[in-house]
Every structure is written in structure tokens, then in C-alpha cells.
């Protein structure tokens, strides 16, 4: 498969499944250099499944997942191994480990990847601390910190090795909004000064529409619309009206029908 030079992650006729269950149906999925891609649905519709495809964490049942020109499904562990060091992650709880201070959790990259010395990774750490807002507080234990420092710390960390993609898991997600609002300017700052490709799993609409160039809206595995914020917000599919608009998709059944479902002999999840 040769990738459009602009195409920084290729995903093609992606299926996976959770022992019988299918979770991404034939998914397609292409992100652009410099892009801001928001992908977003309703619980259980893949979004993080893809996410982990993507990273190379889950090997599908069929399909191919190109990023930075390379399958990486088919790539060998060393060939594997140098690509995720052009990709930073930011995950939802911040992931810092407890044991060590901020400086050396942002740090720890730089120590496990490169040769660099001493001196310069704590440049190079405290450098990339600035750049989210923490400057001075290296020293400070992640139990010391709030929500919101939290999450401007494991992004820190993410982009401490000068990534070419960052992807994010509800980076604004129990924020409350000011500091909600912090995270996404520094988002939109990070790709304006670093050129960095990024996608960004949220449910929080005010924030999609924020840094979004493009939104994909997952259902039941399939990539179900995907456009601009005005394109988004013009749809006139009902599924993506029922995200935008929070209305809740409960299926309302018969009392017959419920206790069919119960007795059944082959039951399984819908």
C-alpha cells in the first residue's frame, strides 16, 4: 500500500473483534499532516479500540493500519519500536507513575530512548514543562498535583521527544471548564508551533468544536460521518444529531419481548 505523502495515518478495511463479537466493522480512518482529527461516539462504539490499533497495542482480524508510511501490524519489533518514538500519548488519567517526581516522569523518555547526558534531558524536560504551564514544579510528587496539572504533566511527557503524532484519550475529561479550555489552547498551541498531527478522543463537545479540523463519529464500529466542525454540525444523520444533541438512544421494548431476550437460548449482548 504507498501512502499520499500527506497522509500521516492510513486505516483501511479495519476489522477486530472481541472474542465473537465484532467492535470495528470494515473501519476506514485517514488523518492529514498538521491535522487535528476529533473522533467521538457513544460508549462501545470503538473509539478507543481504534485508538489502540492505531498505537499497535491490538493486532486486528483483517485490514491494514498505516502510520508515518509504515504497516504497523507487519513492521519488525526494532521497526516498530523506532516509530513510537515519533508518537506521544496523553491518556485520560495521566498515567504518571507515583514513585517519581514530575521532572522525572516527563524525563523518563528521554532516559529509556536516547543517549542524551544528564544535564541536557533535565534541559530538555524542564523545557517541555514551560510549554504546558508547569514550569517550576519538576520537584512535585504526582499526588501534589490537581486534575488539570495532571494532565498538562503526561502531556509534557508526551511531547518531551519532539513527537510528529500526539494522540489524546478525553484529555479534557472532569475538568472543570476554565481548565478544560487551558488543555485545548495548548492543544491548538502545540500543532500552530510544532506542526504535530493529532488525534483526539473526547465526548466533550465544546472542546471538539474548539480544536477540531475534522470530526469523525464512530457507530457500532463503522465510521459513520466525518467533516468539518459546520459539516458536523449541518448532518442531518440521526445518530449524529443524537450525539450532538444528547438525546438518549435507550431502546424502550415490549415485556414480552424483554422476557424472549431473557429466555432465549443463544442470549448474547446486542
Known amino acids: 500500500m ?22 470495528l466493522d470494515d473501519m476506514d480512518f ?30 486486528p482480524t483483517s485490514g491494514n493500519v498505516e502510520v508515518l508510511g509504515q504497516n504497523i501490524h507487519t513492521i519488525s519489533f526494532n521497526e ?10 496523553s491518556f485520560q488519567s495521566g498515567a504518571l507513575f ?8 516527563v524525563a523518563l523518555p528521554l532516559r529509556e530512548f536516547t543517549n542524551l547526558d544528564e544535564n541536557t534531558i533535565r534541559i530538555i524536560s524542564r523545557m517541555k514543562l514551560e510549554v504546558v504551564n508547569l514550569g517550576g514544579f519538576h520537584k512535585l510528587m504526582p499526588s501534589q498535583l490537581s486534575g488539570g496539572m495532571i494532565k498538562r504533566a503526561a502531556l509534557a511527557r508526551a511531547i518531551v521527544m519532539d513527537p510528529k503524532l500526539l494522540f489524546f484519550d478525553e484529555p479534557s475529561a472532569g475538568l472543570d471548564p476554565v481548565v478544560a479550555s487551558e488543555i485545548d489552547d495548548l492543544i491548538l498551541s502545540l500543532r500552530n508551533t510544532m506542526g504535530m498531527s493529532m488525534v483526539v478522543v ?6 471538539a468544536f474548539k480544536i477540531a479540523d475534522r470530526i469523525t463519529v ?10 468539518t466542525v459546520d459539516e458536523i454540525k449541518a448532518c442531518k444523520i440521526k445518530r449524529v444529531n443524537d450525539l450532538l444533541e444528547r438525546r438518549s438512544r435507550h431502546e424502550t421494548v415490549t415485556s414480552e419481548e424483554y422476557l424472549r431476550r431473557l429466555t432465549q437460548e443463544n442470549y448474547t449482548l446486542s
Open 2 to 23: 504507498h501512502s499520499n505523502p500527506e497522509i500521516v495515518i492510513d486505516v483501511k478495511n479495519l476489522i477486530t473483534h472481541y472474542g465473537q463479537r465484532k467492535i
Open 30 to 59: 485517514s488523518v492529514r499532516a498538521g491535522e487535528i482529527r476529533v473522533v467521538m461516539g457513544g460508549s462501545g462504539s470503538g473509539k478507543s479500540t481504534l485508538l489502540w490499533h492505531i498505537l499497535g497495542l491490538y493486532q
Open 80 to 89: 516498530q519500536l523506532a516509530l513510537k518514538q515519533n508518537i506521544g500519548v
Open 98 to 105: 507515583s514513585s517519581m517526581n514530575v521532572g522525572e516522569n
Open 202 to 207: 473526547t465526548h466533550e463537545l465544546d472542546s
Open 218 to 227: 464512530l457507530d457500532q464500529g463503522k465510521n459513520l460521518f466525518t467533516g
